[in-house]
DNA sequence: GCCTGTGAAAGGATTCACAGCG
DNA sequence: CGCTGTGAATCCTTTCACAGGC
């Protein structure tokens, strides 16, 4: 048990999560360490240890109790509440992103959409209405929202970003193909389907050509 | 200069190529490591090591040539050619995938689309024709394709990961959320919202409630 | 002077291995 | 006996700091 804990666990923990649901799902009570180690192909040792940064969790000779560690897990992560959400761009991407199940499911609601096209303006996906850019700032500030998605072209997320922190945003999930520079006391995260794939090209070999 | 690179560095170069490309676009032509290393808020000695790795790519009292450098990692990630890809399951998010550009832009041409749904076999999107999901494994032989991108519901994504492997495919990029089982030799990254959002919300606090 | 490339040092993360408990 | 929780050992990554070159 320690205070501060390395991020590199902390990022392990949703996965954890993840699994402990589809346990969960399937009617699994209790699992050993080495049996959430082969499901993830990590080691048990690594699974116990990351857990033992924040208490003890498990018992000698059974392991842990699905439904316990899993309280625990979303306690720690702080998702045991709803956590509101803004998504920027309502494009292709924006839109699938507003239509997907995942976020409720996991603890995530969708209360604000925004585009900078006026022909959207006023449209609902998944009955959220899409509103005009220019109302980004007193939506953020009307609802407290720390969190927000940005799904705008890669020309515009600096700016974009840039708003959202000036009206209290302390964490943005980027998917522009763009790294935004560091804010201090903002939490950026990206997703980037093409990073992934080059790095996986990196262990390939191109076939002819 | 080493044989055995660590994969983390090799995750990073995908970064770096992005921001050579961004500062090729911007005309910029030499630049020294502390400036990439400050767009990306890491150290310049971090970036100075990763490169090390590879060869002596810079200029002392000088930096990087940026054209220079963008071709040493486009070939170091082996992305001087363009890869094939294959999206299965054509849903919101399938759908959404084969429409983004950034796939063509950086090396990436998708030149299947599948998916089980009948109704949506014959449908073209960005002109690729959406092929029945039986017909899965010969279209990857045919075409000898090495990377799909797995854009199925959870319930399904082990199963066609199977065929997949077993159709030849080395690099998966699965959307789905859940985390597939390893298989040796195949690369298995996984893009899931929730685990990044989930991860963030460790780090802030929930307001009332 | 500015900046790279790199050994050496420092700092982290993972695995080992086992005491201790149910 | 099976499994957790954890110090110790190992392994890996980052930073430091500077020689050497433009």
Known sequence: MNIDVPDIVVRRLPIYLRVLRRLQAEGVEETPSHMLAKTLGISAARIRKDFSHFGEFGQQGRGYQVKKLTVELQRILHVDNIWPLVIVGVGQLGHALAMYDGFQEN???????????????????????????????GEIRRHQLQIAVLAVPASQAEAIADRLVA???KGILNYANITLRPRPGVIIQQIDPTIILQHMTYYLEQPRN
């Open 167 to 169: 009206a209290g945003i």
């Open 107 to 137: 603890g995530f609601r969708i209360v604000a959409l925004f585009d900078n096209d006026p022909a959207k303006v006023g449209m609902t996906v998944n009955n959220v209405p899409i509103q005009h850019i220019d109302y980004l700032e």
